[in-house]
């Protein structure tokens, strides 16, 4: 009797996965990450359990922990369509400064839950004079209060800016990409993605280290959403902050519906298989995506970095309730020594 050597084109996808990832660390590239994101439903447990395997396989059971703090909140002048602190959409949030008494108090706080980063954020196009200056205060005050790593978030750069921030000892900057190239401008008008590209690049040029991610669930196709997965697997991030929309009123994209819960599973494992060495680290919306029981899943499916507390706009999680979590599931937080 033949024997039907058949192979499905589901488990080809996951087996290749297998040995390329697990095996030889080689993420996947943007056809084999749209095969992922195109995996049927009952799958997504084996595809989550691949996911977390090579997280383990290549970054280890350690847990990066993050705190951020908002130096200037609202009143941007760019029109990222999901962005509340855009000063061009009657959202809710209105720009304000924080002073650096304030922001030393926050870098303390997060230091004591363990953390190991803490992220400065400005809603800005680029930094002006001011906000620079702050950042030299602010860093020196951290630095001399606290041991922790300070990392920035200021929007586009100048080469003497990232000259400048490498300088005072900010040791990693985020810039997202959002989304995929080919999406970008259905997302933001005032400005292109390859000025970002431009930032990063000389970012990394600089030796700090890079960390950029985006938004998933903005109204992307699949084929964007692998397309977005292979252009950062191209540059090479240090960590990859992955966002699900959180429609916020006032915003043009604040009547998008929420992504749904497996999507956002699918979409973290195919993540994680393309950028098996980075640090994946879970940003907004997860709370409305996923609940208490997704994050639990995502973090068995490929995550392994955190932000404690609330985000810039919206509030997150109980910081006790995500280190109960990490505590539960045997998961150590990556001790400051290590990053250093
Ligand atoms: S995402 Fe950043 S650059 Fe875009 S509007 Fe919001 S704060 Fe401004």
Known sequence: MRQTSAVLPTDATLATARLQVLGDGRGLDEQQVLDILRLPDQHVPDLLALAHEARLRWCGPEVEVEGIVSVKTGGCPEDCHFCAQSGLFPSPVRAAWLDIPSLVRAAVETAKTGASEFCIVAAVRGPDARLMAQMREGVAAIR??????????????????????????????????????????????????????????????????????????????????????????????????????????????????????????????????????????????????????????GMLGGVNAVIVGNYLTTLGRDADADLALLDELAMPIKALSLTL
């Open 144 to 297: 001399a209060a606290v041991d922790i790593n300070v990392a920035a978030s200021l929007g586009m750069l100048s080469q003497e800016q990232v000259d400048e921030l490498a300088a005072m000892g900010v040791h990693r900057y985020n810039h997202n990409l959002e989304t995929a190239r080919s999406y970008f401008p259905s997302v933001v008008s005032t400005h292109t993605w390859e000025e970002r590209w431009a930032t990063l690049t000389m970012v990394r040029d600089a030796g700090m280290e890079v960390c950029c991610g985006g938004i998933v669930g903005m109204g992307e196709t699949l084929e964007q959403r692998a397309e977005f997965a292979a252009q950062l697997a191209e540059l090479d991030p240090h960590e990859v902050p992955l966002n699900f929309l959180n429609p916020r009123p006032g915003t043009p994209f604040g009547d998008l519906p929420v992504m749904d819960g497996t999507d956002a599973l699918r979409t973290i494992a195919a993540f994680r298989l393309a950028l098996p060495h980075t640090i994946l680290r879970y940003a907004g919306g997860r709370e409305i995506t996923l609940g208490d029981l997704g994050t639990r899943d």
